[in-house]
């Protein structure tokens, strides 16, 4: 006789139940309400770009300018690999500038973003695996395009927000980028930076101090001093090759080329894409592209995998 009140009641619970995860808890719903809105957002942008290069570009960009420049969280980053990083949650963290990333972090959230739009990504490391040389490891994102009704693997890089071209002007394919750097021949690839403002996060400075001089101590301090005496944790910067790699107060394309030298190779620093540090990951066919490409990498013929493209 009491089984409808009972229904009714089980129904009720269920509904409150409900209701509290979404009012008690909204960031549950929120970081993916952010990223699809964010995602429409620049799926308008894009809309506007008329060649995959274009709208490869322009997302580069637009991460390279959203994720914040600093000291990574080591004991979040610690635990995450490509496969379960969630671009929606780590995005509203990045908009709110409440962590910063280094390159490898930021090729994953922007492989996520191309993959999003329908393009088959990749990050690709290069560099020394030995120690003490680990720190002259870098990440980049090979990424699949259509290049005037042909396909074309090209590095976009989102970190130091640049792009290589052939010495014609187009997007060099990654493939005949290596093979100009097996044949020594460089001239045949040009280096395409931009750049982007970004932020630095210093929430201590002294994590810094051991990588500058004197004086760039105190331009560092100087920047970061407010008015008042107190010191910002956060300043914005400009993102690009030059600041990031040829900077007065941390020169690390000199330190990259000196450590190529005690590997006994005299080439530039180009040459260091040459040097993979680990496998790929991305796209789902990334271990039949890490094959292809320790293939040229090893000095096969390019033309002797052109058959199964």
């Known amino acids: 006789m009491h089984a409808p009140h009972t229904r009714r009641k089980s129904w009720l619970l269920l509904i409150l139940c409900l209701m509290s995860l979404v009012v008690l808890n909204p960031t549950a719903v929120a970081p993916r309400r952010a ?179 004197e004086s760039c101590r105190g331009s560092m301090t100087a920047a970061l001093r407010r008015e008042d005496g107190s010191l910002r944790t956060r300043i914005t910067i400009t993102r690009s090759y030059a600041s990031l790699m040829q900077s007065p107060c941390g020169n690390f394309e000199d330190a990259f080329v000196d450590a190529m030298r005690k590997h006994g190779l005299q080439e530039p620093i180009q040459y260091s894409y040459t040097l993979r540090a680990s496998e790929l990951v991305g796209s789902p066919d990334h271990r039949e592209m890490q094959e292809r490409i320790d293939a040229v990498r090893e000095g096969a013929p390019r033309l002797m995998l052109r058959k199964g493209e």
Not at 108 to 114: A, H, N
Not at 160 to 182: S, W
Request: proline share 5%.
């Open 35 to 213: 990223w699809s809105e964010e995602l429409a957002r620049l799926k308008k942008q894009l809309e506007g770009k008329p060649s995959d290069f274009e709208k490869t570009t322009l997302l580069r960009e637009y991460v390279g300018g959203l994720i914040d420049i600093g000291q990574p969280d080591a004991s979040l980053y610690h635990s995450v690999n490509f496969e379960n990083f969630d671009a929606a949650e780590f995005y509203l963290r990045f908009r709110n500038h409440s962590l910063s990333a280094e390159c490898a972090i930021t090729t994953f959230f922007y492989i996520k973003l191309l993959q999003a739009f329908g393009f088959k990504a990749y990050q690709y490391s290069f560099g020394f695996t030995d120690q003490p040389y680990t720190r002259f490891i870098h990440s980049v994102v090979l990424v699949n395009i259509d290049y005037r009704g042909a396909p074309r693997l090209i590095i976009q890089d989102p970190y130091l927000d640049l792009t290589y071209r052939d010495a014609q002007g187009a997007p060099i394919d990654f493939f005949d980028f290596l093979e100009a750097m097996n044949s020594k021949e460089f001239g045949r690839v040009v280096m395409d930076a931009s750049s982007v403002t970004t932020s630095f996060q210093v929430p201590e400075p002294s994590l810094y101090y051991p990588f500058l001089s």
